[in-house]
């Protein structure tokens, strides 16, 4: 039977949410409605959300070398761990043929991607390529070449890094043979444009927004949106205020160097309790949200009009990088709020490119590379 929704509700296909950190590391339970995420099944439910990437991250402050690597696992282990205690409500899905079935049959459609390769841990070309060939069989559709930290694959957005390696366009090669998406979110220009180089059809940004409306790294810049989407690949907008704005951007950064010092007495007493000191650091982080501006859910709206203008109404996704933001635009606080950017979304762009930007234009991509696999 398919399910009644189906029918009348487009797709809604989120490329980026971090919230099985908060699984693993406090125990959430995503069957109920929680108050401390902004991820939960019940709340994916209401919000028509039919299929979510969820990232594997380990943070570079805490997770090195092999520990980075076990740390990947355990998240990956969490999540299938939620798969197999609700496989009415939600399946892992490795295909747009998965995707499409959960979707039909009201499960949330759960995809496994990978937010930084030193995720995979260090070690020789033959070491990383078998790691990541372990992901890949237990669904990873998409691998982020970098987080905020150059690594030994490619250079960051923010740390001043160049752009691949030698290693690092192995492993490019190695996903355009399995079918995974290469994610340049996070990554430097000069990496993004090195991938461009290597692959066509394969490359997404799955949670970074327009540099010429908010003028931070993290952000795309025009020539590069436009060479995404010239190549079949999709751009997916951030809800991260500081990505959204450069006044909220101006105020978060100057929140976190007033707490410099902070950081440093937490890390120091905190020394031998990692869980402790993680959850010092959080609520540290939430302290440097506030006086921000909020930023309201139009400013979302404005990013994905230019997005679609410049890279094109096919390149064009949503990355909200829920539960791995502090803040949210004004209007956006959840997964329930999708059908609330849906009415924004239809009042600027014809209903055809809207269920693009929602979801179907990912669905594309993960398909394309499915066949050139
Ligand atoms: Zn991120």
Not at 156 to 162: L, N, R, T, Y
Not at 181 to 190: C, E, F, K, P, Q
Not at 328 to 356: I, M, N, Q, Y
């Amino acid at each position: 039977m398919v399910a009644s929704h189906v029918i009348d509700r487009p797709l809604v296909f989120d490329a980026h949410c971090d919230v099985v950190q908060a699984l693993c590391d406090r125990g959430v339970d995503l069957a109920r409605r929680q108050r401390a995420t902004h991820f939960d099944l019940p709340r994916a439910r209401a919000g028509g959300l039919g299929a979510q990437f969820f990232a594997l991250f380990a943070d570079p402050a805490h997770y090195r070398g092999a520990a980075a690597w076990r740390r990947t696992q355990q998240m990956l282990a969490a999540l299938e761990a939620v798969a197999a205690r609700h496989p009415d409500r939600l399946a892992l899905a490795r295909s747009a043929a998965e995707i499409r079935a959960s979707w039909s049959q009201g499960r949330l459609a759960a995809l496994v991607g990978l937010e930084g390769a030193h995720g995979l841990g260090s070690g020789d070309e033959r070491r990383v390529l078998a790691r990541f060939g372990r992901l890949v069989r237990h669904g990873l559709r998409y691998l982020g070449l970098t987080w905020n930290n150059s690594n030994a694959l490619a250079g960051a957005a923010v740390d001043g890094g160049g752009g691949l390696t030698a290693l690092g366009r192995r492993v490019v090669r190695a996903c355009q043979c399995q079918g995974v998406l290469i994610d340049v979110s996070h990554s430097s220009d000069r990496t993004a444009w090195d991938v461009l180089a290597l692959v066509r059809g394969q490359i997404i940004a799955s949670h970074s927004n327009a540099r010429a409306l908010c003028d931070v790294p993290r952000n795309l810049p025009d020539d590069l949106l436009r060479a995404i989407g010239r190549q079949g690949g999709v751009v997916c907008a951030n809800f991260y205020p500081g990505f959204l704005d450069e006044r909220a951007f101006g105020r978060i950064a100057q929140n976190l160097r007033a707490c410099a010092q902070k950081t440093r007495e937490i890390e120091e007493r905190y020394q031998d309790a990692p869980s402790r000191r993680m959850e010092a650091e959080r609520r540290l982080a939430l302290t440097t949200m506030r006086n921000v501006p909020r930023v309201p859910l139009s400013r979302v709206v404005e990013h994905i009009h230019h997005l679609v203008r410049v890279a094109g109404e096919h390149a064009v996704g949503i990355g909200s990088d829920f539960d791995g933001i502090l803040l949210t635009p004004k209007g956006l606080d959840d997964v329930s709020a999708f059908p609330r950017l849906e009415r924004a979304l239809a009042r600027r762009l014809p209903e055809s490119v809207v269920r693009g930007v929602l979801g179907q234009n990912l669905l594309r991509v993960v398909e394309q590379a499915e066949s050139v696999a």
